[in-house]
């Protein structure tokens, strides 16, 4: 069965930077476009940011200017650089596959534990 799993996560003060890494213990991330979410206390999770196969990305806009996804399909990993940080990107993240569809990016794969990024001001 497909596992993923994020690590990288911790307590950084703002303006701060984090790498979350995230791996598969299947064939996921081949051929799939990959994808972080985040989902903070009572709040539903969102998506911030996207990569396809071939290296197409997609930033939420909170997020634009300051996240860089990235991907190593080599060694089944994708990436979240995150510069800039602020209290508001305090949440638990998690990576996934994604399929587009009508315009979004809808997860299909299983959901790891999440990494949590804490943001202090």
């Known amino acids: 069965q497909v596992q993923l799993v994020e690590s990288g996560g911790g307590l950084v003060q703002a303006g701060g930077s984090l790498t979350l890494s995230c791996t598969s213990s299947?064939?996921?991330?081949?051929?799939?476009?990959m994808a972080w979410y985040r989902q903070a206390p009572g709040k539903k999770r969102e998506l911030v940011a996207a990569?396809?196969?071939?290296?197409?990305?997609d930033y939420a806009d909170s997020v634009k200017g300051r996240f860089t996804i990235s991907r190593d399909d080599a060694k089944n990993m994708v990436y979240l650089q995150m510069d800039s940080l602020k209290p508001e990107d305090t949440a638990l993240y998690y990576c996934?596959?994604?399929?587009?569809?009508?315009?979004?990016?809808?997860?299909?794969?299983?959901w790891g534990q999440g990494t949590q990024v804490t943001v202090s001001s």
């Open positions: 996934n596959a994604v399929d587009p569809e009508r315009g979004s990016w809808v997860p299909f794969g299983p």
């Open positions: 299947g064939t996921i991330f081949s051929l799939n476009a």
């Open positions: 990569i396809t196969s071939g290296g197409s990305r």
